[in-house]
């Protein structure tokens, strides 16, 4: 297996590391939701429920996708 022959320096690493951050989550607000802003977020509020939830998956506390309920919940 082929090892390197001289050590990475600190600014290179750092510079392939910049990408790795964790960033907190962006929630819109509900009233900005109308207008168009904050659709292209890692975030979004439910249609049917109005709680926050992840793009392109069921909303867990009420089981709607896409206006459409696809799955039953108990609570």
Same mark, same amino acid.
Do not use: W
């Given at each position: #297996?082929? *090892? %390197?022959?001289?050590?990475?320096? *600190?600014?290179? =690493?750092? +510079?392939?590391?910049t990408?790795?951050?964790? =960033?907190?989550p962006?929630? %819109?607000? !509900?009233?900005n #939701?109308? +207008? $168009? !802003? &904050?659709?292209?977020?890692?975030r979004y509020? @439910?249609?049917? @429920? +109005?709680?926050? *939830?992840?793009?392109h =998956?069921?909303?867990h *506390? @009420? &089981?709607?996708?896409? $206006?459409?309920?696809?799955? =039953?919940?108990?609570?």
């Open positions: #297996m082929p *090892n %390197p022959k001289r050590r990475f320096s *600190n600014s290179r =690493t750092r +510079k392939r590391r990408h790795d951050k964790l =960033t907190p962006v929630i %819109p607000l !509900a009233e #939701m109308e +207008k $168009g !802003a &904050g659709v292209r977020s890692k509020i @439910c249609s049917h @429920c +109005k709680q926050v *939830n992840q793009p =998956t069921v909303c *506390n @009420c &089981g709607y996708y896409r $206006g459409k309920q696809v799955i =039953t919940v108990e609570r």
